[in-house]
């Protein structure tokens, strides 16, 4: 376990030294004739969260599902420009899907726990991708990924028992869990609360913020509050275009656009 | 005003803010214009009515105090509501604040009334109060604008004020030396000069709130001061 101190540390080296994990250039993304995004550049910093903000349909999701290619599964998606995960380009050819999608975890909107049980539930991800070769292993993988993902406590004594079965925070937590089992680099958070109560968001937030000494989390939010709390860096999008991107704390203080002052105050949207 | 919110009645409570602080950016003006005129005319009765005014202005803070932290608690305020918000609770205790160094004029012009008064400081005391009258209303104003450059500009001037308050202390001292009968009256008008120098400071904390409201950045540089009167010390008797 880490103590205040070293994480604290952790976090302000990072936060002197900002690694660009992912980054968009010139991302433009057509549903059949209909173009969704146009010419996005945004870098998405390591070890951070960054948050995407903006009205129903402004294009954050869309741009969220080209990070790991999920577009790919709508035959009418047409994606141009580039986007790199440490500068390799994700949209090549060569790359494969499947393990791009292992390095790049997603978290949706509902949970949507796999009809087994809690312990399937996580095992099932390291198992097809081959990340263990004993039973030991497999449960220590089953084992800190709940821990991380602060259920550990929770399920223990009943991770034979249906994954469905739980609540729904605990359900969402469940999913967090699934998607870190692997051990992506970044995790792609689709309004992982919106079906959540107070409490269990509290926690979800909770365990964002812990997440980020490990991984990159890119969140989808449609909580103005809950980008302010959990992330370091803000993206606005309106009807497709990038308006305005930068360090959270000025986001939510003093934005440099109008359309992003009028968005955050509830004037629009 | 910048454009409305979705919910109609977030703005009808942002409203009523700033409705409220500038009634009481009334009340505070009117009270030392009345504390400065009673003392001018020997007026107890004015004196007394200021005196009494202090309430309004007490109650007025306490109300946007509490609407404040309500409207904080329900819509949860962002970027410049966050900040018009937080702005008012500050110049509403500034506006308190200038209305109980009103009321402490008033108090002393009751204590002072039946004294002879050299007419001279009298005459400096009410320039004083015009420069600090001038400051407050034109920063009530740039509140009402929400215009940075007013509130500049006021900064910049609270120097005047500081060095006729240090003129007129000086004068004070000087007074006090010649004839000991002089130093009830004259220590009464050296405390009546430091209320309108701190009306004239709470006048520049106001323009400082509002060039921050108006542009969520704080007011670069150090506060123009031209204020002596600490380190100034009465000659020995004699020396003169």
Known sequence: ?269 | MPDAHTVSSYDDELRFLVRRLSEMGGIAERMVADSVAALVNADAALAQRVISEDLLLDNGEREIYDKAVLVIAKRQPMASDLREIIGSIRIASDLERVGDLGKNIAKRVIAVHTMAQPRKLVRGLEHLAELALTQLKEVLDAFATRSPSLATSIRERDEEIDAIYTSLFRELLTYMMEDPRNITACTHLLFCAKNIERIGDHATNIAETVYYVATGEQIAGDRPKDDETASMIAPAPGSA
Request: aromatic share 6%; with cysteine; net charge negative.
């Open chain 1, 1 to 269: 376990m880490l103590t205040d101190t070293t994480i604290e540390k952790k976090l302000t080296a990072m936060a002197n030294d900002p690694k660009i994990k992912m980054r968009g250039n010139k991302v433009n993304v057509f549903y059949g004739e209909k173009q969704a995004l146009f010419d996005v550049d945004l870098d998405v910093p390591g070890n951070a969260v960054m948050a995407l903000i903006g009205p129903s349909g402004c294009g954050k999701s869309t741009f969220l599902r080209c990070l790991n290619r999920m577009n790919d599964t709508i035959d009418i998606c047409k994606v141009t420009g580039d986007i790199t995960l440490d500068g390799e380009d994700i949209y090549d050819p060569k790359i494969d899907v499947v393990e791009l999608r292992a390095r790049v975890g997603m978290v949706f909107q509902k949970p949507n726990p796999f009809p087994k049980s809690i312990y399937e539930n996580i095992a099932y991800g390291p198992r097809i991708h081959g990340l263990t070769k004993t039973k030991a292993e497999l449960d220590e993988v089953v084992e800190s990924s709940l821990r991380k993902a602060a259920i550990w406590e929770e399920v223990k004594d009943r991770l034979q028992e249906p994954g469905t079965g739980l609540s729904g925070g605990q359900q969402q937590r469940l999913c967090i869990a699934r998607a870190i089992a692997v051990s992506p680099e970044v995790i792609l958070m689709d309004e992982p609360c919106s079906a959540l109560d107070p409490i269990a968001t509290a926690k979800v937030e909770e365990l964002i913020d812990e997440l980020r000494l490990n991984f990159t989390i890119v969140i989808v939010t449609h909580s103005m509050q809950q980008a302010a709390r959990v992330s370091q860096r803000t993206a606005m999008f309106h009807l497709g275009n990038l308006v305005e991107e930068g360090p959270t704390d000025k986001m939510f203080t003093n934005p440099d656009t109008k359309l992003t002052q009028d968005y955050i105050t509830g004037r629009f949207g």
